[in-house]
């Protein structure tokens, strides 16, 4: 790629101007110090909050899921270059890296090129594509510092997620524009990623907005004969944050623009490829209200926009709107109920390119879903939540989502846990109307591919030891049932299908422990 000389001079320029920005920010007292996690004890990070186990904000430490929370100084401390990286901080994910600066990353097995598992939400917009049933992890370039923490659910999440939340959920959540004050700028150099971003916020009557822009370059790999594979990537993005806050109500206004080239290592006969070209935008809304009693309403629209040139395999145009709303019951007794709803809507098209091809070359999806959940306080130690989804879509029709879960507060330091799950994951376009031909043979998508579904038994235990250590086991064992799969039709046709029952069962072990010297704390 030649973009990498580009990117610094670029870099150089706005990096004087926000170092300047940020210098004089400081003089005037108004940076903020971001919060610093090392130096919290292990009774305060499990009052962590975490949104992703109920919707609603709950101590880390009383969560009835498997549950590990990456922070924003976490992050700062790995040194990790992209939220691909910051995740393997986490013990329940398998994080592999493939060419091009792309990742598969999935959890509780199913590591492969389609790992379709495991749902991915940036500040509540999912990145679940509906054409591959999977996430590009290629194009999702978040700021690691404006990352405030990554909670990453292991277990099936489809009562309030929805479908396709099987092995786990991902929930990115970034920083408010408030905590991001003054200017940024960083700049590299270095084999393995070179380029220049900077970052700018500032305070406005009832809240603050941030702005930010990146350039960075990643050189070819190489074979072990120093032969360039060709796999070089090359990243500009840009997007913004505004943030407000009257009275009871808080709004939220973000998005984001970004183009990527990437190069395509060729396999034979193939001996060369154009480099892959990705770009997109996104906008994103979200308005809450605190009501009395301890009840909230809010409402989350957004719009995705993604243009992929996969020279030589695929070019998609894809166009994503949704909009959710969550009401949160006041507390009602022993009961804490929670309801809402979600429409999606995607539009797709697919270009045909060397043999590969949609059958039809357009699409529009819809889904439609709604939820309840409710916990209940059997007692001051033992709470059992019970939900419901009931999501629809085309392919397969109407999909029930049950889960049931216990948490048992043994001890002010010992708590268990136990969960029962259904969820599916459904069609994508992929399984139903892929057409593949080459000189080896040809591969369809089948017809009647149905919802591949998972039945999901769970059971936790974490335990804290003082100040000093702490752990969490959790089993689980999974009965997974039309499962995709490749099989023959004639010699020479292959179609997707479902194979018979899968079953899979393991053991999950997290240990968090401190040590007060270093001042620093390390996750296994």
């Known amino acids: 790629m030649t973009k990498t000389g580009c990117s610094l001079k670029w870099g150089l320029v706005t990096g004087c101007i926000c170092s300047q920005s940020l210098t004089a920010f400081a003089a005037a007292g108004g940076a903020a110090a971001p919060e610093n996690f090392a130096n919290l004890s292990l009774e305060e990070l499990s009052d962590v909050r975490v949104v992703s186990v109920s919707k609603r904000e709950e101590r880390l430490g009383d969560a009835p899921a498997s549950v590990f929370v990456i922070t924003a100084d976490d992050i700062r401390r790995s040194g990790a270059r992209s939220l691909a990286e ?5 013990p329940n994910l398998h994080v592999a890296q493939t060419p091009a600066g792309n990742y598969t990353i999935t959890a509780r097995g199913f590591a492969g090129n389609s790992a379709n598992k495991q749902l991915v939400m940036i500040d509540g917009r999912s990145v679940y594509t509906p054409l591959l049933s999977g996430v ?6 978040v700021p690691v510092d404006a990352i405030e923490r990554i909670e990453v659910v292991s277990g099936p999440g489809g009562t309030l997620w929805g479908t396709n939340a099987v092995n786990g959920v991902i929930n990115v959540i970034t ?3 408030s905590s991001t004050l003054g200017g940024m700028a960083d700049l590299r150099w270095g084999q393995a990623q070179s380029g220049a971003a900077f970052r700018y916020g500032a305070a406005m009557d009832d809240g603050a907005w941030r702005a930010y822009g990146m350039d960075y370059a990643m050189p070819h790999g190489e074979t072990l004969a120093g032969r360039p594979l060709g796999d070089a990537w090359h990243n500009a993005q840009a997007g913004f944050r505004a943030d407000w806050l009257r009275g009871s109500d808080a709004l939220t206004v973000q998005g ?3 183009r990527i080239g990437a190069g395509q290592i060729p396999t034979p006969p193939i001996t060369m490829l154009s480099a892959a070209s990705m770009r997109g935008t996104n906008l994103m809304g979200h308005w809450s209200r605190q009501l009395y009693g301890g009840a909230s309403l809010s409402l989350l629209a957004y719009y995705d926009r993604t243009e992929r040139d996969q020279v030589g395999v695929y070019k998609e145009n894809l166009d994503v709107a949704d ?3 969550l009401y949160n019951f006041a507390p009602l007794g022993r009961h804490t109920l929670a309801a809402g709803a979600e429409y999606r809507f995607a539009r797709d098209k697919v270009a045909v390119t060397s043999g590969t091809a949609f059958h039809p070359e357009r699409a529009a999806m819809h889904w439609v879903s709604l939820y309840g959940q409710d916990t209940i306080a059997l ?3 033992l709470n059992l939540t019970g939900g419901l989804r009931i999501e629809r879509n085309q392919y397969t029709g109407t999909e029930f989502l049950p889960n049931l879960r216990l948490a048992w507060k043994a001890t002010a330091s010992t708590s268990w846990w136990a969960a029962l799950s259904r969820t599916v994951r459904a069609p994508s376009r992929v399984d139903r109307e892929i057409f ?3 000189p080896r043979g040809t591969l369809s998508g089948g017809p009647n591919f149905e919802s591949e579904t998972a039945r999901v038994l769970e059971t936790g235990l974490r335990q804290q030891f003082g100040n000093r250590a702490s752990y969490s086991l959790t089993v689980y064992r999974a009965l997974y049932d039309k499962l995709r799969t490749i099989k023959p039709v ?3 046709y292959l179609r997707s299908a479902m194979a018979w029952k899968a079953k899979r069962a393991g053991w999950k072990p997290g240990a968090v422990s401190r040590s007060r010297p270093t001042g620093g704390s390390t996750r296994a």
């Open 323 to 325: 909009l959710q709303a």
């Open 136 to 141: 590009s992890w290629d194009v999702q370039q």
């Open 490 to 492: 004639t010699r020479r």
């Open 256 to 258: 984001d623009v970004y």
């Open 436 to 438: 593949f031909a080459s």
């Open 86 to 90: 910051a995740l393997r901080m986490a």
């Open 379 to 381: 007692s001051e130690q």
């Open 175 to 177: 920083k408010p524009a």
